[in-house]
């Protein structure tokens, strides 16, 4: 099993206050990898400079066999690195489908993996939704949106930021369903979260970040398991 995205010693900053201080990640093909840390542990650092949108400041991004170290946003977008950030960035005049339909592209090497109707299939509730305007969504709606609008580019991987954070344990539990669904059917995903119930159902894998640190890798299941990871580094 190959690796499709992976980190050798990543650094990054904001400003001149490090964030993240030689970060090794790996996510394997067709699995679904949780980033599991405290809120300012570095995650959303550590996503954002995977995505580009954050420079690397040291160290080495290698994605699908290549070097994206400096490629910019746009470029990792087009090699098929799929990002979606934590603040559910909807086109909020716009309605659920229209959504969809500005993000619609062949994925690497011309695939079409998604459509509108497979959209349609795996998000029953954005086919009630189809012609409200995105603005007027709930949290959870727009969660489901952001997610659906980041498949219709057909990527290689989906990299998905606290997706869970801020709404109700039901939402919560629709949006995990979906995360689960993907990976089963073959999807690549790092998803970092702070929330450890949510990703042990739905990853293969985990890594824990600590301060800006990869302090501990295990499988879900091991991970669950782990008591003591899980008092020092993810109990509330």
Known sequence: MSDLLRAEKLSAYYGASR???????ALAEKRTLALLGRNGAGKSTTMKTLAGVLPARGGRIF???????TAPAHVRAQLGLAYVPEDRQVFPEHTVEDNLLIAAKPG?????????????????????????QAGRLSGGEQQLLVIARALMGNPLVLLLDEPSEGLAPIVVASIGKVVRELG???????????????????SDDTAVIDKGQIVHRQDAKGLAA???IRRRYLAM
Do not use: K, Y
């Open 19 to 25: 964030i993240l201080f030689d970060i090794d990640l």
């Open 63 to 69: 994605f699908a066999g290549r070097d994206i170290t």
């Open 108 to 132: 690497p090497g011309g695939r079409v993996d998604w459509t509108v109707p497979r959209v349609w299939e795996t998000f029953p509730l954005l086919t009630r939704l189809r012609a409200r």
């Open 184 to 202: 089963a059917s073959g999807a690549t995903i790092l998803l970092a979260e702070q929330n450890m119930h949510f990703c042990l159902r739905i």
């Open 226 to 228: 782990n008591a003591e």
